[in-house]
């Protein structure tokens, strides 16, 4: 079963840690992203990737960055996490092509609370 | 506001009956998504239709797609209770590259009472 994997499911950090939440996909996947959901406000995009060492911001980029070092693999890095951080995180794989029209396979999420 | 927004935000609705959500978006899309959420869980792909594509069908989901309109609808039929979940629209927007990058509606949540 082909899969998206968040290595967290719920995470819990202080005020200025840095935080890492990865993602690995078993799908050969190009592109890879970031998301946050907020209540009212739904998915955003953080940063997303179509390469091994490539990566392109989001909307909301502002706080955080990422690392994609092999291509199964696209960490998201929360410098000094603050409380307005406090989010649940979705990660996604898709393939990538001219044609673009495909899906994307999300990961179950990771519930960060910063306090 | 966001390119994509769902309509209603809410739905409750009895078993057996059917449920239509739909969205609205403002730009120029290469394809329109669906995808339901479950409480607290990632999203899962339900169907994709084409900009070329007026409607589309899988299983007891039912898509339509109005350009001119810059509108979509999702129609699940006879519902059950386990189509519980909150569903989202995203839009492929054509902004050149080969990387299809989605934007995300805020959803709409539905409740199938049995």
């Known amino acids: 079963d082909v899969k998206v994997t968040q290595s967290s499911r719920y995470l819990v950090k202080r005020t200025g840690e840095k935080v890492f939440l990865e993602c690995v996909q078993d799908?050969?996947?190009?592109?890879m992203f970031w998301y946050r959901q907020d209540p009212g406000l739904g998915l955003r995009l953080i940063y997303f990737s179509y390469d091994v060492k490539m990566k392109e911001k989001g909307d909301i980029p502002e706080g955080y960055s990422v690392s994609r070092e092999k291509k199964e693999r696209f960490s998201l890095i929360l410098e000094s996490a603050s409380t307005n951080q406090t989010s649940m995180y979705l990660c996604?794989?898709?393939?990538?092509?001219?044609?673009?029209?495909?899906?994307?396979?999300f990961g179950s999420g990771t519930r960060l609370t910063v306090v | 506001s966001q390119q994509g927004e769902e309509d209603p935000q809410a739905l409750s609705i009895q078993e057996g009956e059917n449920a239509t959500m739909n969205c609205s978006y403002k730009t120029s899309i290469n394809n329109l998504q669906w995808y339901r959420q479950n409480s607290g869980r990632g999203l899962v792909h339900l169907i994709l239709?084409?900009?070329?594509?007026r409607e589309k069908h899988s299983g007891r989901l039912r898509v339509t797609l109005d350009t001119s309109k810059k509108s979509s609808s999702l129609l699940i039929t006879a519902s059950r209770a386990a189509d519980t979940a909150s569903y989202f629209c995203?839009?492929?927007?054509?902004?050149?590259?080969?990387?299809?990058?989605?934007?995300f509606g805020t959803g709409t949540l539905l409740a199938v009472q049995p």
């Open positions: 996604a794989s898709s393939l990538y092509g001219r044609r673009k029209n495909y899906g994307y396979t």
């Open positions: 799908m050969d996947h190009e592109n």
């Open positions: 239709i084409r900009s070329n594509e």
């Open positions: 995203a839009t492929d927007l054509n902004y050149g590259g080969a990387t299809n990058k989605l934007i």
